[in-house]
């Protein structure tokens, strides 16, 4: 069993950054892959952003590529997700989630097995 849990959400205007964090106990850490994902009001869920067991690979939505980082710290059991030049439409909770059983990080939330509550982010304009 896995728990996450995410923190760091909060109300910030349409330029400014924030931080979100993952934390994580139950398993390895480093034997599963972390993504985050965000849900809007009225939409589905979305993939954002996802890092490898190891951090050496990453991969983003192009909606927030160049704008978002993920980064992780095996030894804390942490995984991160530096949000700069916000926008309204970036406006969602955010889950962090963890994948311990495929090869390769993945885009597609179905395979991710275990997921945090979630942290509401609000970008004001």
């Known amino acids: 069993q896995v728990q996450l849990v995410e923190s760091g959400g909060g109300l910030v205007q349409a330029g400014g950054s924030l931080r979100l964090s993952c934390a994580a106990s139950?398993?390895?850490?480093?034997?599963?892959?972390m993504g985050w994902f965000r849900q809007a009001p009225g939409k589905e869920r979305e993939f954002v952003g996802v890092i490898s067991k190891s951090g050496g690979r990453t991969h983003y939505a192009d909606s927030v590529k160049g704008r978002f980082t993920i980064s992780r710290d095996n030894a804390k059991n942490t995984v991160d997700l530096r949000m700069n030049s916000l926008k309204p439409d970036d406006t969602a909770v955010y889950y962090c989630?963890?994948?311990?059983?495929?090869?390769?990080?993945?885009?597609?939330?179905?395979?991710?097995?275990?997921w945090g509550r979630g942290t509401q982010v609000t970008v004001s304009s």
């Open positions: 989630a963890a994948d311990y059983r495929r090869p390769a990080p993945s885009l597609n939330e179905a395979t991710y097995d275990y």
């Open positions: 139950g398993r390895t850490f480093s034997s599963y892959h």
